[in-house]
T-cell receptor, first 113, second 114 residues
Framework: AQSVAQPEDQVNVAEGNPLTVKCTYSVSGNPYLFWYVQYPNRGLQFLLKYITGDNLVKGSYGFEAEFNKSQTSFHLKKPSALVSDSALYFCAVRDMGTYKYIFGTGTRLKVLA | EAQVTQNPRYLITVTGKKLTVTCSQNMNHEYMSWYRQDPGLGLRQIYYSMNVEVTDKGDVPEGYKVSRKEKRNFPLILESPSPNQTSLYFC?????????????FGDGTRLSIL
């Protein structure tokens, strides 16, 4: 069965430091992978996606993610965190057999001033 | 402005009283979907639709119904709501059905079933 794991419920990082939010997946076939961000009382907003091609994907607000096929991971990164990056982050994978989407449980990122 | 609009944003109701949450998108998207968000469980897909008159179950479809009579609308129906359906609900849409386009989400509907 397809699945997505976000092993950390919360990640704390100091402003200006690099951040990483982890995601691992289990799918059959080639994965379509996405990162979304959720701010309080809002819907999810798309950050970036991996469909094919370069393993390093660049997205909105300075975020990037590295696709690693051998480790089945798609970690979200940013070189220098901002307090305004504090939010809930979701990793998702598209099930290519059924057209469903599977989301992780979310990671709350807290950037401390 | 491109958007997904859900109504109502908040609803408190009682067990067994039928309710409908509406969802409308103005982007001519083929794919639409409903999710529920619960603490510790993330987002779970309830139903999705590939196009008009084409719907299918997600991972948690029990107790819910949907219909897709027009491309822009995808209402979620709870015919006999129960307290375990208390949750935050999101509608989303994306272009095409190939899965390589991101989803656009509404701002959510917070449902409380007493």
């Amino acid at each position: 069965a397809q699945s997505v794991a976000q092993p950390e419920d919360q990640v704390n990082v100091a402003e200006g430091n690099p951040l990483t939010v982890k995601c691992t997946y289990s799918v059959s076939g080639n994965p379509y992978l996405f990162w979304y961000v959720q701010y309080p009382n809002r819907g999810l907003q798309f950050l970036l996606k991996y469909i094919t091609g370069d393993n390093l994907v660049k997205g909105s607000y300075g975020f990037e993610a590295e696709f690693n096929k051998s480790q089945t991971s798609f970690h979200l990164k940013k070189p220098s965190a901002l307090v305004s990056d504090s939010a809930l982050y979701f990793c998702a994978v598209r099930d290519m057999g059924t057209y469903k989407y599977i989301f992780g449980t979310g990671t709350r990122l807290k950037v401390l001033a | 402005e491109a958007q997904v609009t859900q109504n109502p944003r908040y609803l408190i109701t009682v067990t067994g009283k039928k309710l409908t949450v509406t969802c409308s998108q103005n982007m001519n998207h083929e794919y639409m979907s409903w999710y529920r968000q619960d603490p510790g469980l993330g987002l779970r897909q309830i139903y999705y639709s590939m196009n008009v008159e084409v719907t299918d179950k997600g991972d948690v479809p029990e107790g819910y119904k949907v219909s897709r009579k027009e491309k822009r609308n995808f209402p979620l129906i709870l015919e006999s709501p129960s307290p375990n359906q208390t949750s935050l609900y999101f509608c989303a849409s994306s272009s095409g059905t190939g899965g390589n386009q991101p989803q656009h989400f509404g701002d959510g509907t917070r449902l409380s079933i007493l």
